[in-house]
């Protein structure tokens, strides 16, 4: 059984930091792509960041909306994934869910980047942003 577990979410005020953590159990492996995505009430579901090893290094994605404040990272032998927020923002308040997937689930093409949704997610948490 495929578990991720999140936890890190809660309240800030603007300007402040959080880091969300998440554990994977339950895949083949423990080198999977792994991220974070968030979603408002009447909007969809957006990538925030993802990470996965390949040969040649970390593998890296940041939505253009959080770039430069936000950051992710890995950690294979725990099967984690951490997203650290910096100053955070009123429109970054949102469910935030961790997603995992054996297989990359963002890839550059063409010069864009494909997205897809991953396999397995965890429960979601809420991260508000007071102003």
């Known amino acids: 059984q495929v578990q991720l577990v999140e936890s890190g979410g809660g309240s800030v005020q603007a300007g402040g930091s959080l880091t969300l953590s998440c554990v994977v159990s339950?895949?083949?492996?423990?080198?999977?792509?792994m991220g974070w995505f968030r979603q408002v009430p009447g909007k969809a579901r957006e990538a925030v960041a993802g990470?996965?090893?390949?040969?040649?290094?970390?593998?890296?994605y940041v939505a253009d909306s959080v770039k430069g404040r936000f950051s992710i990272s890995q950690d294979n032998a725990k099967s984690s994934v951490y997203l650290q927020m910096t100053n955070l923002k009123p429109e970054d308040t949102a469910m935030y869910y961790c997603?995992?997937?054996?297989?990359?689930?963002?890839?550059?093409?063409?010069?864009?980047?494909?997205?897809?949704?991953?396999?397995?997610w965890g429960q979601g948490m809420q991260v508000t942003v007071s102003s």
């Open positions: 997603g995992a997937d054996p297989d990359p689930w963002f890839r550059e093409s063409g010069g864009r980047i494909l997205l897809r949704p991953p396999n397995f």
């Open positions: 990470i996965y090893s390949t040969d040649d290094g970390a593998k890296t």
């Open positions: 339950g895949l083949p492996s423990t080198n999977n792509c």
